[in-house]
C-alpha cells in the first residue's frame, strides 16, 4: 500500500452554546490535499463511545472531570482510524473568538503501556511535550471488548483565536482521541483570590494558581489497572 500523510485540521469554530471545536481530515498525497471527513463533534460524558477500527467499536471509561463535568462547553473530536494515521500527520488546533474572551483547552488521549504502544503512538509521548504540552495521567482508559486499556493525557490552552499547528508525527497512530472545551479560566494570570474563586478549574499551588486538569488524588486500596495484555491488532 502506498503511505500519505493525513492532515488532520482541528478547528474550533463555534457559536451559540460555545461548545467545543470541529474537525476534518485531510489525506495529502504529492501537493494535492483532500479532504477525507469531517469529524464532528462527539458530546462528552464520563463514560462514552469513542472511535472505531476495523467493525471494532471503542468505549472510553473515565473521562476526566474536567471534561466530563463541564460537558456543555465540552466535545471529543475522533481521528478516522479504519487505516493507520501514518507519520507526516499534523494536527491543526483553534480556539474561537467568540467564547467571551476566554481560552480554550486542548487534550490528547493515546494509548500508552510500554512496549506495547510503542509502534502505535506516533512518538506524541515525546514531541508533544517539548512542544509545550503538560502531560498528566488523567486519562480514560479504552476498550473494545472486554478488557480496558490505558491511555496518557496531554493538555493545551489556547488564547482565544490561537491557532496551533502540532509538529508531524514520527510513527503510526492510533487508539487516539482529541477533546476540546471552551471558556476555560487563564489560571496562570489570576492571584490568590481569582483563583480559589475559580476552583476546581484552578488550584492554588506553591504561590502559584495553576490548572487544576489533573488533580493529586489519594487512591484508596484496589487493584490499580494493569496493562500487561497488550491491546490486539485488528487491522489485517
Not at 500527520?89 to 486542548?106: E, I
Not at 482508559?141 to 514520527?170: C, H, N
Request: aromatic share 12%.
Amino acid at each position: 500500500m502506498m503511505k500519505f500523510a493525513l492532515l488532520a485540521a482541528l478547528t474550533a469554530t463555534v457559536s451559540g452554546t460555545c461548545s467545543g471545536g470541529k474537525a476534518w481530515i485531510y489525506r495529502t498525497l504529492a501537493d494535492d490535499t483532500k479532504e477525507l471527513k469531517n469529524l464532528g463533534q462527539e458530546s462528552v460524558s464520563r463514560d462514552m463511545p469513542g472511535w472505531s477500527i476495523s467493525g471494532m467499536d471503542a468505549r472510553l471509561w473515565g473521562v476526566p472531570d474536567i471534561l466530563s463535568n463541564y460537558a456543555d462547553n465540552a466535545r471529543a473530536h475522533f481521528p478516522d482510524q479504519t487505516e493507520m494515521i501514518l507519520p507526516g500527520t499534523q494536527f491543526k488546533l483553534k480556539c474561537p473568538n467568540d467564547c467571551s474572551g476566554k481560552p480554550c483547552d486542548f487534550f490528547f488521549f493515546v494509548y500508552h503501556c510500554p512496549p506495547c504502544s510503542h509502534d502505535t503512538n506516533g512518538g506524541l509521548t515525546a514531541i508533544l511535550p517539548a512542544d509545550g504540552w503538560e502531560a498528566g495521567s488523567c486519562a480514560p482508559r479504552f476498550s473494545y471488548v472486554a478488557d480496558k486499556y490505558e491511555m496518557v493525557g496531554f493538555r493545551r490552552q489556547l488564547a482565544p483565536g490561537e491557532t496551533y499547528w502540532s509538529p508531524q508525527i514520527e510513527g503510526d497512530l492510533m487508539h487516539v482521541a482529541i477533546f476540546s472545551i471552551a471558556r476555560q479560566p487563564d489560571c496562570p494570570t489570576f492571584g490568590y483570590n481569582g483563583c480559589i474563586g475559580c476552583f476546581p478549574q484552578c488550584d492554588w499551588q506553591d504561590a502559584t494558581c495553576k490548572s487544576n486538569w489533573c488533580p493529586r488524588r489519594f487512591i484508596q486500596g484496589g487493584t490499580p489497572p494493569s496493562c500487561m495484555n497488550c491491546v490486539p491488532n485488528y487491522f489485517p
